[in-house]
Nanobody, 126 residues
Framework: QVHLLESGGGLVQAGGSLRLSCAASERTFRNYNMGWFRQAPGKEREFVAGIRWIGGTTYYAESVKGRFTISRDNAKNTLYLQMNSLKPEDTAVYYC???????????????????WGQGTQVSVSS
């Protein structure tokens, strides 16, 4: 099983930026589509962004499109999420996750991911 560890969260003012990183424990990381999710207090975990294992095709939730950028460095077994123009409603715990499927498309459902990091808190003040 791939182990994932997020870092880079913190407290930032509205309009600011943060870059999250997710380090994977195994090289098999490069064979899987990856995603970022977030969960705010009292809400369900939701899809934020995803990236294919090859080719780098990316997918975003409408709420973050144009502000967030997902990327990956397979040589470093690392996934990133660059977050710009942050808003208070972006406040949540952010998780990286590995799709349970080889190849195929990038799923957006929580149940389609089988490895999760422990999460990193992002707080945006107004």
């Amino acid at each position: 099983q791939v182990h994932l560890l997020e870092s880079g969260g913190g407290l930032v003012q509205a309009g600011g930026s943060l870059r999250l990183s997710c380090a994977a424990s195994e090289r098999t990381f490069r064979n899987y589509n990856m995603g970022w999710f977030r969960q705010a207090p009292g809400k369900e975990r939701e899809f934020v962004a995803g990236i294919r294992w090859i080719g780098g095709t990316t997918y975003y939730a409408e709420s973050v499109k144009g502000r967030f950028t997902i990327s990956r460095d397979n040589a470093k077994n690392t996934l990133y999420l660059q977050m710009n123009s942050l808003k208070p409603e972006d406040t949540a715990v952010y998780y990286c996750a590995k799709s349970r499927y080889l190849g195929s498309g990038v799923p957006k459902n929580v149940d389609d991911y089988d490895s999760w990091g422990q999460g990193t808190q992002v707080s945006v003040s107004s």
